[in-house]
T-cell receptor, first 111, second 116 residues
Framework: GENVEQHPSTLSVQEGDSAVIKCTYSDSASNYFPWYKQELGKGPQLIID?????GEKKDQRIAVTLNKTAKHFSLHITETQPEDSAVYFCATHRPPSKLTFGKGITLSVRP | NAGVMQNPRHLVRRRGQEARLRCSPMKGHSHVYWYRQLPEEGLKFMVYLQKENIIDESGMPKERFSAEFPKEGPSILRIQQVVRGDSAAYFC??????????????FGSGTQLSVL
């Protein structure tokens, strides 16, 4: 089955700095790659996604890049703010199956 | 437009009791997924259901766990004879019908199950 790994498990940055979170996967048939943000006491929320036919996608301060050859994709957050502090999960999808999630990374933004 | 509704938010059970977790998908969504989250762990897939059908239950433990999504009413995740190891946050998600239905998931706020 699919193996999705996230590194590191925790990340601390200064407010205003950029944060990059990397995710690797094993199933070359995966073709959809979302990122979810989970705040304390809440369910995960989709923040950005990318398909396998695209290399990069941007939405305001967040972007996702995909390297299909190397089987990794990354979440980039620029100008980080305290409200960006949360757990971030990457996931992969291989049709027609379900999403497979990584273990998550805890991002802390220091004011 | 209400999101995915899960209840209860917190559920306390003693060992050996039954736990019933409920999930109402977003309006217009006919696909429901259950995930379990343990501390320091990611979201582990349990089961994928459509109305009256179990599509994929590859993540469900073989014993004590069952799920249903009836024609009318919410989806139910049922855990019989709970043990301490069942303590976790259980999340329900739904997705719309159509192409890519199992991709974009909308999650509820979860049910935190504590087994004493």
């Amino acid at each position: 089955g699919e193996n999705v790994e996230q590194h590191p498990s925790t990340l601390s940055v200064q407010e205003g700095d950029s944060a990059v979170i990397k995710c690797t996967y094993s199933d070359s048939a995966s073709n959809y790659f979302p990122w979810y943000k989970q705040e304390l006491g809440k369910g995960p929320q989709l923040i950005i996604d990318i398909r396998s036919n695209v290399g990069e996608k941007k939405d305001q301060r967040i972007a996702v890049t995909l390297n299909k050859t190397a089987k990794h994709f990354s979440l980039h957050i620029t100008e980080t703010q305290p409200e960006d502090s949360a757990v971030y999960f990457c996931a992969t999808h291989r049709p027609p199956s379900k999403l497979t999630f990584g273990k998550g990374i805890t991002l802390s933004v220091r004011p | 437009n209400a999101g995915v509704m899960q209840n209860p938010r917190h559920l306390v059970r003693r060992r050996g009791q039954e736990a019933r977790l409920r999930c109402s998908p977003m309006k217009g969504h006919s696909h429901v997924y259950w995930y379990r989250q343990l501390p320091e762990e990611g979201l582990k897939f349990m089961v994928y259901l459509q109305k009256e059908n179990i599509i994929d239950e590859s993540g469900m433990p073989k014993e004590r766990f069952s799920a249903e999504f009836p024609k009318e009413g919410p989806s139910i995740l049922r855990i019989q004879q709970v043990v301490r190891g069942d303590s976790a946050a259980y999340f329900c998600a739904s997705s719309p019908t159509g192409q890519g239905a199992s991709e974009k998931l909308f999650f509820g706020s979860g049910t935190q199950l504590s087994v004493l």
